[in-house]
């Protein structure tokens, strides 16, 4: 009977225990006092609950509890008990430095922990007391590993690593894969402004880089293939390009990323066709990309919960303080791409809010344009207005965007996924973030394009007063007009530097076969010196063009990049070999020619122009073949040459015509006049091959496509 009373009168105890809600904290009543986890507006995570720290040290802060008593008045002197409940298999050396605390005066007993030898979690019970179990708090402790910085550093290290050769490996798959395509957007120059924001965005978006794209348009303006004012609208489309790279990385593909590996891989390795090589090594570039992600991702875990870093983070909501660093990170590793990506990885751990994305976003499109300023420096004042025009759009930008931080971060909150938890959540907000910043990078430069696309005129003016042109003194060291180093890791983009440097180089060859015919008609010598002075110059560009087109041959570039620079060093072979009949053979003749005064007959005279005329032609149209790869033109010059030959034939039949009926003048001139019409028809042969070495290798490009 006392055993039955004794069961009632604890049911009904137990019966009256109720569960409340004090400001979003649960605690717990029995009978006069309640125990609760204290809460701080000024000090973060006050209670000590939920703390990361290394296996056999102390927490940072102490487990504090609360206790109330039946009037929710803080309880002065009295006995709070802590114990361990759980903790990681075999662990040692675990210590509650006091298990028994009295409250003080505000109600709150604390106590220190030594977390114990092995990483996991551990829990604390905090009652009030012993044979009550109903009313206790649990606490959860992590312990890391002790050399966690370590690991955390070379996760973050090899994961960027990976990040930055996944990403470099899909920009050249993407640029053998639309090579072609890139270098005919870029040569069609162009004054249509939209047009050129397409066409920037286009490039951008292979080679993966807007400061890529600007160091591009610096090398075309220095070597004259464009006009400053033709790059603007480029350079308004690369900002809009790169966001590209920015969205792709906010999908949340790090689970796939094996499977996009080996998926690459298989194409790549496999596959004999190269369209489907690069489009496996696009493949394998996303999937090694992403697989960066997840170690960094995953490296940088425990600075969830490291105080210095977070508080760090909280000093980045300053625009000033963002700015700076997203600049100076973005020069470092030379891509705003890559650094957007570490901000999204950031993102997906919880480590940064969007009002403190947005100034580091800010500061990486500054520091984007840094990279074009530094390869303007040893360029003229066209190259150079590209790289002050690229940093003005960008700072211009900035600073109309960064007086409305707030503002613009709820605009983007509203147009992209949103989650309505607290900022406490972290997960949640996880989840979010990463589009939210890649929506942020893409709204900014849209909206800066918009804005400045109107006023691309008046902005060529403003750029043009900034750095006006002025008389330049000429170098007296002949130089290469169009190659440019920069561009070797694009090789589609550094062949067609080649070319124009080829095209240049029979030009050269053109003018030194229009000076070569004066001192035959005019008996004037003076210009052989500069015909001799050409000949050096046509010889430096030999050797540079040879070095250069090496060196992209050294790339890991396809076969038909190969052949291709095989065909521009075939062609290199043939303007020598003009140059050479010109300045080992004709010079000589024409110095013999000055002294000893001789003259053509009126009939012989008309003959060698006409003849050295055509001459001239058929090297205007090698120039043409080799420049658009005209194969039509090609044939017909083919023709022209059998047409030629003939021709020659002809007038060396007139010209014995002339000596039957003892011309004087063609007595004397006999022998010149035969040479010089068997040397152009020589160099005009030279030329041809240009046009013959092109249809050869179209044939052996189309049987290999057939098999």
């Known amino acids: ?66 206790v109330l008593n039946n009037q929710a008045k803080p309880e002065n ?56 179990a109903s009313n206790f708090l649990v606490f959860k402790l992590y312990a890391r590993k002790s050399k966690w910085v370590f690991f955390l550093v070379i996760g973050v290290i090899g994961g960027l690593g990976l990040f930055l050769f996944g990403m470099n490996l899909m920009s050249e798959g993407m640029q053998r894969s639309a090579g072609d395509k890139m270098r005919s957007v870029l040569s069609t ?8 924001v397409g066409v920037g965005t286009f490039v951008t978006m292979v080679i993966q880089s807007s400061s890529a794209t600007t160091v591009m348009m610096v090398s075309f303006v220095h070597s004259k293939l464009m006009k400053f004012k033709q790059t603007i609208g480029i350079i308004l489309g690369s900002a809009i390009g790169t966001t590209i790279t920015a969205q792709i990385i906010a999908f949340k593909l790090t689970d796939y990323s094996l499977l996009l590996i080996g998926l690459g891989f298989a194409l790549q390795f496999f596959s004999k066709r190269p369209k489907y090589k690069h489009i496996g090594e696009i493949i394998l570039g996303f999937g090694i990309l992403f697989l960066g992600m997840y170690i960094m991702s995953e490296s940088m875990y425990p600075l969830r919960s490291y105080e210095p870093f977070i508080n760090t983070l909280l000093k980045l909501e300053s625009p000033v303080i963002g700015i700076i660093i997203g600049a100076i990170f973005t020069v470092l590793i030379q891509s705003s791409s890559a650094f957007i990506g570490i901000m999204i990885i950031l993102a997906t751990q919880g480590l940064l809010s969007l009002e403190a994305s947005i100034p580091l976003l800010f500061g990486a499109n500054i520091g984007t344009s840094i990279t074009a300023i530094l390869a ?61 910043i890649a929506n942020a990078h893409t709204v900014f430069n849209v909206f800066l394009t918009l804005i400045v696309i109107p006023f691309t005129n008046l902005f060529a003016k403003l750029i043009n007063k900034i750095l006006p042109e ?31 440097e080829v095209i240049r180089m029979s ?114 149209r090698a120039i043409e073949v080799f420049r658009d790869v005209n194969l039509k033109k090609a044939k017909e010059m083919k023709l022209k040459y059998k047409k030629y030959r003939n021709i020659a034939i002809d007038l060396e039949k007139q010209h014995y015509e002339r000596l039957k009926d003892e011309v004087e003048k063609s007595l004397t001139s006999s022998k010149t006049h035969l040479e010089l019409i068997s040397m152009l028809k020589r160099i005009s042969g030279h030329a041809t091959n240009i046009a013959r070495i092109l249809l050869k290798w179209t044939e052996n490009s189309d049987t290999r496509k057939d098999k």
Do not use: C
């Open 1 to 66: 009977m006392k055993i039955s009373f004794v069961l009632f009168i604890l049911f009904i105890s137990l019966g009256f225990s109720s569960r409340y809600t004090l400001g979003n904290e649960l605690w717990f009543t029995k009978q006069d006092f309640t125990l609760i986890k204290p809460k701080s507006t000024t000090i973060p995570n006050y209670s000590g609950d939920l703390q990361y720290q290394s296996v056999n040290l102390k927490i940072e802060k102490p487990i504090r509890v609360k």
């Open 77 to 132: 002197n009295f006995p709070v008990y802590f114990e361990l409940i759980s903790s990681p298999p075999k662990t040692k050396r675990f210590t509650i430095h006091n298990e028994v605390v009295y409250t003080d005066t505000s109600g709150i007993a604390q106590t220190f922990v030594t977390m114990g030898s092995v990483e996991g979690e551990y829990q604390i019970m905090a009652k009030i007391k012993e044979n009550h």
């Open 189 to 196: 120059l162009t004054n249509n402004r939209f047009i050129a």
């Open 376 to 436: 303007s420096i040893n360029t003229d004042r066209e190259a150079k207005k590209v790289a002050l025009a690229h940093t003005i759009f960008k700072i211009f930008g900035v600073f109309l965007f960064v007086w409305w931080i707030p503002h613009f971060a709820e605009f983007i909150k509203h147009i992209s996924p949103y989650s309505l938890s607290t900022p406490e959540d972290i997960n949640k907000l996880a989840e979010v973030l990463p589009r939210q």
């Open 470 to 500: 002025i008389a330049e003194e000429e170098m007296p060291e002949f130089k290469t007009k169009y190659l440019d180093n920069n561009l070797i890791k694009t090789p589609a983009l550094a062949l067609n530097l080649a070319k124009q």
């Open 507 to 620: 030009y050269v060859v053109q003018d030194m076969l229009n000076d070569i015919l004066i001192p035959f008609l005019v008996n004037e010598s003076a210009i052989l010196k500069d015909i001799e002075q050409t000949e050096n110059n046509i010889n430096y560009l030999r050797d540079e063009i040879k070095t250069y087109l090496l060196k992209i041959s050294r790339e890991n570039i396809s076969e038909e990049r190969i052949n291709e620079v095989f065909q521009i060093m075939y062609t290199i072979k043939e303007l020598e070999q003009m140059a050479d009949i010109i300045s080992k053979n004709l010079i000589e003749k024409a110095r013999n020619w000055v002294e000893k005064n001789y003259e053509f007959s009126e009939q012989g005279k008309k003959e060698i122009i006409e003849y050295h005329i055509r001459t001239q032609k058929q090297i205007s």
